[in-house]
């Protein structure tokens, strides 16, 4: 059972000593294997507690701060122009593991329907991931979470097609596009790099017009960089879109990857498998049906292309995303089920 508000500020009081809880609140997207709380103290000022509900959920949340203790080093730095968490105490929960308490950061959720073309919050959006990209990968490694060569990034999204195939529910020709697009290796000569890995719109704060915070690092790797962009290809205005990469690649010092943009395509398109194989494995009909619905949706919009071009499209250029992830609505499955 998950924990309840209470059980999670008196946690919170725990971890801070001192800790007046006033009110608590459940945040809009408290996540599946973490319970999550906002306590409010007697000052107004607001903390985010987090509490593992599994052995598993525990050992990745101990990575992360783990994790957050470097970047928030790079942060003071100047390395990173966007705020992290900063884990201010730990309560020891009685099943063993820890719950974490980090002040609320400043900022609201990034909202991709108002992201405009020009040279502020889209470029903001840029530099910030770019930032990211460009910190040394020993970050991650150091803190113990996965990091992937440019080939093994290759099978293992191999892997997850063909599994996903074995299901009998991925469209014939949108599989063909996959398979087409991964066994072409001149596309997946990248230099790996920091990666958020569950980069979506509650995680990116914005203040000021520009990114203010960004949130949920329990994904991160080092991989393929295009993955962190995969969210904005698929759901963000393309004049917006093209904004930010633009002040992407102007941050980078890495010039040399140029079929970033295809594989980003192609990532956001790989999070349908995800999201079914996420389901299957769950044993949800609903996900499963889900994501039979957006894949049969991107079926169609290969079809309408390739009548369109008059031949079957099996390059690395992907089709438009389905409908319900166009002008900034936020996709029913979330990226941290599927990267």
Do not use: C
């Not at 000052?43 to 985010?48: K, M, S």
């Not at 920091?194 to 329990?218: F, R």
């Not at 390739?306 to 390059?315: K, R, V, Y």
Request: net charge negative.
């Amino acid at each position: 059972m998950p924990r309840s508000p209470l059980a999670l500020a008196a946690l919170a009081t725990v971890a801070i000593p001192g800790l007046d809880a006033f009110d608590v609140r459940r945040p809009r997207d408290p996540g599946g294997d973490v319970d999550t709380a906002v306590v409010i103290d007697a000052t107004r000022h607001r903390w985010i507690v987090r509490a593992p509900v599994t052995p598993a959920a525990g050992a990745a949340l101990e990575a992360e701060v783990g994790l957050l203790e470097l970047l928030a080093t790079q942060v003071d730095a100047g390395a990173l122009p966007f705020a992290v968490p900063r884990v201010a105490g730990f309560a020891h929960l009685p099943e063993g593991g820890r719950a974490v308490v980090h002040a609320e950061l400043p900022g609201t959720p990034l909202r991709l329907e108002t992201l405009r073309p020009g040279p502020g919050l889209a470029a903001s959006l840029g530099r910030a991931l770019a930032a990211l990209h460009e910190l040394p990968t020993s970050v991650v490694e150091n803190a113990g979470l996965p990091a992937y060569d440019a080939e093994a990034y290759r099978q293992r999204r191999m892997a997850e097609v063909d599994e996903a195939a074995r299901t009998g529910k991925v469209p014939v020709r949108v599989l063909r596009r996959w398979e087409a697009a991964l066994e072409n290796v001149a596309v997946w000569r990248f230099r790996p790099t920091v990666v958020h890995g569950d980069l979506t719109v509650e995680n990116v704060l914005v203040a000021d017009g520009g990114v203010s915070a960004v949130l949920g690092w329990g994904e991160a790797k080092v991989a393929d960089p295009a993955d962190d962009l995969a969210w904005l290809m698929v759901a963000a205005p393309h004049d917006a879109a093209e904004s930010v990469m633009e002040a992407y690649q102007l941050r980078r010092t890495e010039l040399l990857d140029p079929h970033l943009t295809e594989r980003a395509y192609l990532a956001g398109e790989l999070a349908l498998a995800r999201w079914l194989l996420y389901g299957v494995r769950s044993n949800d009909d609903e996900i499963v049906a889900d994501a039979v619905q957006m894949l049969d949706d991107l079926d169609a919009s290969a079809e309408d292309e390739d009548e369109a071009s008059g031949e079957d499209d099996l390059g690395l250029v992907p089709a438009s995303a389905p409908d319900r992830h166009a002008g900034g609505d936020v996709p029913r499955f979330s990226y941290r089920d599927t990267f």
